[in-house]
Nanobody
């Protein structure tokens, strides 16, 4: 049984920073491709950033240069450092793992202008 638990969301002013964490259990974390998605009210869930088992990364154009995805395989944890936050970053952020496919419960990020 895979379990993904996100934490670190909250309310922040525009220009501020937050760091999200995703703790994984019950999966072979080190070989997993992991990702962060987000879903804003009334919009479809979208990919924010992805990190491979080898540490390769890719980002959505809207967050490139502001967000950094990373992972600590020893701690079975993935992170998303979010800097220079904008009101349009407001969304529920979800952690995703690929093997087996599974989602976390989400953590709310709200950026005020």
């Amino acid at each position: 049984q895979v379990q993904l638990v996100e934490s670190g969301g909250g309310l922040v002013q525009a220009g501020g920073s937050l760091r999200l964490s995703c703790a994984a259990s019950g999966s072979i974390f080190s070989i997993n491709v992991m990702a962060w998605y987000r879903q804003a009210p009334g919009k479809q869930r979208e990919l924010v950033a992805v990190i491979t088992s080898g540490g390769g990364t890719n980002y959505a154009g809207s967050v490139k240069g502001r967000f950094t995805i990373s992972r600590d395989n020893a701690k079975n944890t993935m992170y998303l450092q979010m800097n220079s936050l904008k009101p349009e970053d407001t969304a529920v952020y979800y952690c995703y793992c690929s093997v087996p496919p599974n989602w976390g419960q989400g953590t709310q990020v709200t950026v005020s202008s």
